[in-house]
């Protein structure tokens, strides 16, 4: 081994193991509208999404303790950023059965606004969808967090990752370094 480390290619083997590595850690990049990127974090699953309306939908691994993991979905809307806002607040409720109020950010990235959403409590599940309508499912300990991206030139983009408090926690740096990583194409 002495020997090999000593050749004249180690120097080009160890470049080639330091750009593996940092491909390793990088997920997939993936459009937003005709204009932007984004790229997930290199454990989010592509997964084909659950209705026709959604874009681009990721599964991310369980965080110990936890019974399931999380759900990513991206989507273009319309709508004004306040009602889409609202509409997620109104998705989750205090162990109370209060309204839950959301934590709002807003930052820049490629020069686009990103407002930054994060909500915890009982998650009212639509297993059908937000517009399929019918029973949902409490879903106790929830968190989720998402984000209005408004770009100037390909509309909004909503991304929302949601699911059990300790999962979301852990997958919330991924997450920002993801929003903050947009790129223009």
Same mark, same amino acid.
């Given at each position: 081994? $002495?020997?090999?480390? $000593? ?10 193991l =330091?750009a ?6 990088e997920?997939?990049?993936f459009?937003?509208?005709?204009? +932007? =990127?984004l790229?997930?974090?290199?454990n989010?699953?592509v997964?084909p ?5 959604? #874009?681009?939908e990721? #599964? ?5 303790? !936890?019974?399931? &993991?999380?759900?990513?979905? =991206?989507?273009?809307? &319309? %709508?004004?950023?306040?009602d889409?806002?609202?509409?997620? #607040?109104g998705?989750?409720k205090?162990? !109370? &059965?209060?309204?839950v109020?959301?934590e709002? $950010?807003?930052?820049?990235a490629?020069d ?11 998650? $009212? ?8 309508? %019918?029973?949902?499912v409490?879903?106790?300990? +929830? ?13 909004? +983009?909503?991304?929302?990752?949601? %699911?059990?408090?300790?999962t979301?926690a852990?997958?919330?740096? %991924?997450? #920002?370094?993801?929003?903050? &990583?947009?790129?223009?194409k």
């Amino acid at each position: 081994m $002495k020997l090999f480390l $000593k050749s004249a290619f180690a120097p080009a083997l160890a470049v080639l193991l =330091v750009a593996s590595a940092a491909r390793a850690e990088e997920g997939k990049p993936f459009d937003i509208g005709s204009k +932007y =990127v984004l790229t997930s974090p290199a454990n989010w699953v592509v997964k084909p999404p659950k209705s026709r309306i959604i #874009e681009y939908e990721f #599964e991310i691994p369980a965080a110990e303790g !936890d019974p399931s &993991g999380g759900r990513v979905t =991206v989507m273009g809307a &319309g %709508g004004s950023i306040d009602d889409n806002i609202k509409r997620w #607040e109104g998705q989750f409720k205090s162990a !109370d &059965g209060a309204e839950v109020k959301a934590e709002i $950010k807003k930052f820049k990235a490629a020069d686009q606004d990103i407002h930054f959403v994060d909500l915890k409590g009982t998650y $009212k599940d639509s297993p059908g969808g937000p517009f399929a309508g %019918g029973a949902t499912v409490d879903r106790e300990s +929830y968190r989720m967090l998402g984000a209005v991206i408004v770009t100037k030139d390909a509309g909004q +983009y909503f991304v929302k990752l949601y %699911g059990p408090e300790k999962t979301i926690a852990a997958a919330k740096p %991924g997450f #920002e370094k993801m929003l903050e &990583g947009l790129k223009a194409k």
